[in-house]
């Protein structure tokens, strides 16, 4: 069992920076691969970028390649995303998701936060 709770997001001007967190439940949390997602209003759910256990591999979608970045911090069981030059299109419910097996990109995720918003006016 995996219990994530998301939080940071906000209301900023367009180019601006925010830090979303992801705070983990569980002993075994250094175990988990860990990924932001984000969902627009009438969309599915998309990838922004994932990180296996150890830190040492990331992925990040081609729209925000260069401008956020992902890391984790095990001992205090916290998931980051570091979103910076925002753009208006950048808008949506940011989600943590965490699973115990890592296939990079094409990882499935079981365990879900609650989700935080995210909205960047121009």
């Known amino acids: 069992q995996m219990d994530l709770v998301e939080s940071g997001g906000g209301l900023v001007q367009a180019g601006g920076s925010l830090r979303l967190s992801c705070t983990a439940s569980?002993?075994?949390?250094?175990?988990?691969?860990l990924a932001w997602f984000s969902q627009a209003p009438a969309k599915g759910r998309e990838s922004v970028a994932s990180i296996n256990y150890s830190s040492t591999e990331t992925y990040y979608a081609d729209s925000v390649k260069g401008r956020f970045t992902i890391y984790r911090d095990n001992a205090e069981n916290k998931l980051y995303l570091e979103m910076n030059n925002l753009k208006a299109e950048d808008t949506a419910v940011y989600y943590c998701?965490?699973?115990?097996?890592?296939?990079?990109?094409?990882?499935?995720?079981?365990?879900w936060g609650q989700g935080t918003q995210v909205t960047v006016s121009s």
């Open positions: 998701a965490a699973s115990a097996l890592f296939r990079g990109p094409t990882t499935v995720y079981p365990y």
């Open positions: 569980g002993r075994t949390f250094s175990y988990y691969h």
